[in-house]
Nanobody
């Protein structure tokens, strides 16, 4: 069985930083596109970032570009989301997702494109 688990969320002041981790078990993230998504209270799920299965191509939503960085460590079967200069509007539940069907050098910010999902981790940014 395959599973994704997020960790690293918590409470941080505006302007602070957090690093979220996504750990895969039961399968290897090699050749999988991995995306990060978030959902704020009362709002729809939003695509934040993705990293491709090979070549580590990345993309970001306009709302986080320049502040967040996605990376992977294949040896640990993990993907990270480094979040800097956090703002209250970054508050929400953050999910990682993985899919082997996306093009190897691409990814997607659409939640419908991902097959495997984690349970989410809460990020709260205070003002």
């Amino acid at each position: 069985q395959s599973q994704l688990v997020e960790s690293g969320g918590g409470l941080v002041q505006s302007g602070g930083s957090l690093r979220l981790s996504c750990t895969a078990s039961g399968f290897s993230l090699d050749y999988y596109a991995v995306g990060w998504f978030r959902q704020a209270p009362g709002k729809e799920r939003e695509g934040v970032s993705w990293i491709s299965g090979i070549d580590e191509n990345t993309d970001y939503s306009d709302s986080v570009k320049g502040r967040f960085t996605i990376s992977r460590d294949s040896g640990k079967n993990m993907v990270y989301l480094h979040m800097n200069s956090l703002k209250p509007q970054d508050t929400g539940v953050y999910y990682c997702a993985a899919d082997a069907r996306l093009p190897l050098r691409s990814g997607s910010l659409s939640s419908n494109d991902y097959e495997h999902w984690g349970q989410g981790t809460q990020v709260t940014v205070s003002s």
